[in-house]
């Protein structure tokens, strides 16, 4: 070989073994970053863990504060408000009733008929909008005769048929934030959630707004009960099987309510019903116990939220913030790697990611999971491998996992606090394997993410399984309620006219 040729090949091994080296270098460079992501869904995975033995913990606390809450004013972060409603729907009412239903991502407008027996509840009419966005930091004056003008439309489209005798229309307000009732027809907003910023409407009276509002409209429309999305849904529970004494809501936002003896509304001494009992908006959003699994990125997204230091139960399981716990963790990935190529400016916008379409991830069942792809597409986040989908597909999983097994703590809890967890409650000081003798009790569940968000529900109904025990867990029921907040309002204005 001559020196020419001698000199060439060494030139050429020495490029071989550079471009070997580069890609050894790249191979070495991206296994170490996807390393730091696994690292990352690791620490993830054991700041969210919910091993039975802590949901306990959660079911202990939420039962110890339900106790807190009931013995004084401001005696827990839980309110234990109370609703003036003693007497739930039997079945037997009979009219035509209205709701007007203000949650955190829809209003609804409905009608009921109903004609004094169970199977006789026809839901004549419902009509389902998105609440637009400007009104959720506009003026009470606003918000109102924007509700107003809507209930106008719904009635204008029924003609005359469903006022025939030209009765006052009676109307259910069933209004999904905190309020302290001075009647079941009135009381005043506490605070606001889910995003809503009225800073006006605060301390005012909830029921008198709409009134004012539907007569300046010159509706014939009586605000007759100003209703808990909670306290609809156990209506409507009630109003079906005798056995529902709780009803919780997972939707946008979270709470509970539940059947309580009014002599164990200690605040409130002398309370007389005829029931004997009284439906308490417990107001679980605001649960905090040291016992919940909080991570760094339910801190950040506590601070930057607009009622930071409040709802932390409710910012871990409910649906408007699912999405962005989702989000700040590939969020984070993407800060720390580049699996998800160049940085996408959309990932860091709070809460762009909606939890419908963290459910529409996770239960992606494509072969190459497509629906992930287009979602994260959306996101700016374009031609991600299979294998960075799947650890997406795990994040959801992880965050969603959580938020149903607190949620079934939740449930538990109230269930121990009423003394039917098969425990005795928190006082009896009975051991677990001494099950009570158990009456059926049923609990009612309504909202968005319970009813579509199939892993969420998986989740929540095989932790309270766990948590209860096979033999307990026999006899809780829980049953799904759909638009049972609104119907359930409806019903609980029949009920107070019959
Ligand atoms: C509100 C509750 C409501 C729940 C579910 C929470 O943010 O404070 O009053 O029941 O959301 O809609």
Redo the contacts with the bound molecule.
């Keep these: 070989m001559g020196k020419v040729a001698v000199a060439f090949a060494a030139a050429a091994v020495v490029a071989a073994c550079s471009v070997a080296a580069v890609m050894v270098g790249r191979r070495m460079k991206s296994r170490r970053k996807w390393r730091t992501v696994v690292e990352i869904l690791k620490e993830l995975e054991d700041a969210c863990d919910t091993p039975v033995g802590r949901l306990r913990q959660v079911v202990d606390a939420m039962a110890v504060e339900m106790h807190a809450g009931l013995a004084s004013e401001g005696g827990s972060k839980l309110k234990m408000l109370l609703t003036f409603v003693d007497d739930l729907p039997k079945g037997t009412e009979k009219g035509t009733y209205y709701a007007l239903h203000l949650?955190?991502t829809y209003f609804r407008i409905l009608r009921v008929h109903l004609g004094g027996q169970r199977s006789y509840l026809d839901v004549q009419d419902v009509e389902r909008h998105p609440i637009p966005s400007h009104l959720m930091n506009s003026t009470s004056e606003v918000l109102f005769n924007f509700l107003a003008f809507s209930l106008e439309r719904f009635i204008e489209k029924e003609g005359n048929g469903s006022n025939s005798q030209g009765v006052k229309r009676e109307l259910a307000f069933t209004f999904?934030?905190?309020v302290k009732h001075t009647s079941i027809s009135s009381g005043v907003l506490i605070k606001w959630?889910?995003g809503f910023e009225i800073s006006e409407m605060v301390g005012k009276d909830i029921a008198e707004c709409l009134q004012g509002a539907l007569n300046r409209r010159g509706l014939d429309m009586h605000v007759a009960a100003l209703v808990?999305?909670?306290v609809g849904a156990l209506s409507l529970g009630y109003y079906h099987d005798p056995d529902t004494v709780v009803a919780v809501?997972f939707?946008?936002?979270?709470?509970a309510c539940y059947l309580e003896r009014t002599d164990a509304i200690i605040k409130c001494q002398g309370l007389l019903t005829t029931s004997g009992s009284m439906v308490v908006?417990m107001?679980w959003?605001n649960f905090w116990s040291s016992h919940l699994p909080r991570t760094s990125y339910d801190i950040d997204l506590d601070a930057e939220s607009s009622n930071s230091n409040d709802?932390g139960f409710?910012k871990m399981i409910a649906g408007m913030y699912l999405g962005d716990i989702v989000r700040r963790v590939i969020l984070r990935m993407s800060q720390e790697s580049d699996i998800f190529g160049p940085s996408s400016s959309l990932l860091s916008e709070p809460y762009v990611l909606r939890t419908n379409s963290v459910s529409a991830m996770h239960e992606d069942d494509t072969p190459e999971l497509q629906e992930v792809a287009r979602i994260l597409k959306d996101l700016g986040v374009s031609d991600v491998p299979l294998k960075v989908r799947k650890l997406v597909v795990k994040v959801c999983d992880v965050v969603t996992r959580r938020a149903g097994r607190l949620a079934a703590a939740g449930i538990a809890g109230i269930l121990k606090k009423i003394g039917r967890d098969g425990s005795g409650g928190i006082t009896s000081g009975r051991s677990r394997n001494e099950v009570l003798m158990q009456k059926r009790t049923v609990v009612a569940v309504e909202?968005g993410l319970y009813m579509n968000y199939t892993m969420f529900r998986e989740y929540m109904e095989e932790a309270l399984v766990e948590i209860l025990g096979e033999e307990v867990s026999q006899y809780v029921v829980v049953k799904a309620m759909e638009d049972g907040s609104s119907i359930g309002s409806a019903l609980l204005v029949a009920s107070l006219q019959s």
């Design positions: 949650g955190g999904s934030f905190p959630t889910k808990n999305d909670t809501v939707g946008t936002g979270s709470n908006n107001e959003g709802m409710e909202g």
